[in-house]
């Protein structure tokens, strides 16, 4: 079957599932599911120690979604054991593992260094490849060559942040890097042949629904394998949440009913070979400034969009375009 339509119970993506989804692409190509072992290597920001910026993003505050095994003073062979044992205790399918450079920006250093990190990650018996989260500036033809060396023998994914597709919002949140930056990093990485994944927040400030929803088109031209959507979460003692308590009007902060129907609109319009690995983000609760949707799991709120995608008869890519 091709393009956004559905033949049988089979969408073009050679599942049943009604969206491109992350466990079912990595099981079709590798042959297995892979956990993710989140790591803090003991990198810095650019936008945080003065290089490009200082006091970092708006909304940044690392702790609320580092794992407490993640601590850069244990090594990163520590990090995986320990992450290991951790996953082992609830997802006993995975048997490999993706080492997963989570926190701040995890090429921003000299080349030899990076190399060092993700190798010690990658001898690791049970690590199978790594995941790079990462700023679009933070890369150059000497990172991207390391990577594209080490993709050769091992699983690499490069995660950008890139969080919204319009200069007036990157720049209100201070992130100092422009979109057409991101693009220029997803294509030089895309080029290499290294899988490319990104990261975009719904409800920043000053953007209209509609801004957001047009971000599918956008989204959906870009070099990009996987994608991670999460709704905008105001976290506790950020510049952000300082501003939105003076001024929450200029924020679209989703309900939770309003934001699934937001994101079964917006994946009707993605492009469907965009594997999807995430709808929301989720930062522990006492980390939440604004506590909006209770306490639904991960697995519970895929479940309710999928079982919304059902109800509407609807899927990924139903009402996507491709551009001429
Ligand atoms: S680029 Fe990432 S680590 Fe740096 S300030 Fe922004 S959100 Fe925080």
């Given at each position: 079957?091709k393009?956004?339509?559905?033949?049988?119970?089979?969408?073009?993506?050679g599942?049943?599932r009604r969206?491109?989804?992350?466990?079912d692409?990595?099981?079709?190509?590798?042959g297995e599911?892979?956990?993710?072992?989140?790591?803090?290597?003991?990198?810095?920001?650019?936008?945080r120690d003065?290089?490009?910026?200082?006091?970092?993003?708006?909304?940044?505050?690392?702790?609320a979604?580092?794992p407490?095994?993640?601590?850069?003073?244990?090594?990163?062979?520590?990090?995986?054991?320990?992450?290991?044992?951790?996953?082992?205790?609830?997802?006993?399918?995975?048997?490999?593992?993706?080492?997963?450079f989570?926190?701040?920006s995890?090429?921003?250093?000299?080349?030899?260094e990076?190399?060092?990190?993700?190798?010690?990650a990658?001898?690791?018996?049970?690590?199978?490849?790594?995941?790079?989260?990462t700023?679009?500036?933070?890369v150059?033809?000497?990172?991207?060559?390391?990577?594209q060396?080490?993709?050769?023998?091992?699983?690499?994914?490069i995660?950008?942040g890139?969080?919204?597709?319009?200069?007036?919002?990157?720049?209100?949140?201070?992130?100092?890097?422009?979109?057409?930056?991101?693009?220029?990093?997803?294509?030089?990485?895309?080029?290499?042949?290294?899988?490319?994944?990104?990261?975009?927040?719904?409800?920043l400030?000053?953007?209209?629904?509609?801004?957001?929803?047009?971000?599918?088109e956008?989204?959906s031209?870009?070099?990009?394998?996987?994608?991670?959507?999460h709704?905008?979460?105001?976290?506790?003692?950020?510049?952000m949440?300082i501003?939105?308590?003076?001024?929450?009007?200029?924020?679209?902060?989703?309900?939770?009913?309003?934001?699934l129907?937001?994101?079964?609109?917006?994946?009707?319009?993605?492009?469907?070979?965009?594997v999807v690995?995430?709808?929301?983000?989720?930062?522990?609760?006492?980390?939440?400034?604004?506590q909006?949707?209770?306490?639904?799991?991960?697995?519970q709120?895929?479940?309710?969009?999928?079982?919304k995608?059902?109800?509407?008869?609807?899927?990924?890519?139903?009402h996507?375009?491709?551009r001429?």
């Open positions: 079957m393009g956004s339509g559905k033949i049988s119970s089979v969408y073009s993506w599942t049943g969206y491109n989804a992350f466990p692409y990595f099981l079709g190509k590798f599911r892979m956990q993710k072992l989140s790591i803090d290597a003991g990198f810095t920001c650019p936008n003065g290089t490009k910026g200082k006091g970092g993003c708006t909304y940044c505050n690392n702790k979604f580092n407490s095994y993640c601590l850069p003073e244990k090594s990163i062979t520590r990090q995986i054991e320990e992450g290991i044992e951790f996953h082992r205790k609830r997802y006993r399918k995975a048997r490999s593992y993706l080492a997963y989570q926190a701040y995890n090429t921003y250093g000299p080349p030899d990076l190399a060092l990190k993700y190798n010690e990658l001898e690791h018996t049970d690590v199978r490849g790594i995941v790079i989260g700023r679009p500036d933070c150059n033809d000497q990172i991207l060559d390391l990577l060396e080490i993709s050769r023998k091992n699983i690499v994914i995660e950008y890139i969080e919204s597709c319009y200069d007036k919002t990157l720049n209100r949140i201070n992130r100092g890097h422009t979109f057409r930056e991101a693009v220029e990093a997803l294509e030089a990485t895309s080029r290499r042949g290294i899988d490319t994944g990104a990261h975009f927040i719904f409800g400030p000053g953007e209209t629904p509609e801004e957001m929803m047009n971000e599918a956008i989204i031209t870009l070099p990009l394998k996987s994608v991670k959507f709704q905008l979460q105001i976290i506790k003692g950020t510049r949440e501003e939105y308590l003076n001024n929450p009007s200029d924020f679209c902060i989703f309900s939770w009913e309003e934001y129907s937001f994101i079964i609109r917006f994946i009707e319009r993605l492009n469907p070979e965009i690995e995430r709808f929301t983000g989720e930062a522990p609760p006492g980390f939440l400034s604004v909006r949707w209770g306490l639904k799991r991960t697995d709120i895929i479940g309710l969009i999928e079982d995608l059902e109800e509407l008869d609807t899927w990924q890519g139903k996507y375009k491709k001429k």
